[in-house]
């Protein structure tokens, strides 16, 4: 004797996960450091003329002494760090947020104060939902796959 049972669940269910189980993803917020060739930092508080391009939209960099929990926009913050290549940065520049639960391949064109353009790609995709949610983020700055913070070396 023989029983066969065939039954019919959801992708989430198939999973192991719950079909009501929510997952509130991070939003990202990219951060750029940069500096001259000499290794100097050169974001400041009075760094001006730069912009972002996200979504067809251009964000003008504007002045924030405080981290907001939920920006809008490109922002100047005062963020002591030192980069890979040693040296040391007492500002950064921040964009966001971008929402993290959504997958895409976006190009972020930074524009400096002397019209210097930055192609950064953000890629986002093969979102895993459950009690460890994870997916694939990627960053590159002219190509080149980089990591948070992007350094710019202008």
Not at 116 to 135: L, V
């Amino acid at each position: 004797m023989m029983a066969l049972a065939v039954t019919a669940c959801s992708k989430e269910m198939s999973l192991g996960v719950p079909e009501d189980y929510v997952v509130d993803w991070q939003p990202v917020t990219l951060s750029i450091l940069a500096s001259d060739t000499a290794g100097n930092d050169i974001i400041s508080p009075s760094l001006s003329g730069v912009s972002i391009t996200y979504q067809g939209k251009t964000y003008v960099l504007q002045k924030s002494r405080a981290y907001n929990a939920s920006i809008q926009g490109l922002f100047v913050q005062k963020f002591q760090m030192t980069d890979i290549l040693g040296h040391l940065h007492e500002y950064r520049i921040l964009f966001g947020e971008i929402d993290g639960a959504l997958d895409m391949d976006e190009d972020l064109i930074l524009t400096w104060d002397d019209g210097t353009k930055y192609t950064i790609h953000y890629h986002c995709s093969e979102h895993i939902y459950g009690p460890a949610p994870q997916c694939t983020r990627k960053w590159t700055l002219n190509g080149v796959e980089t990591e948070l913070p992007i350094l710019i070396i202008k």
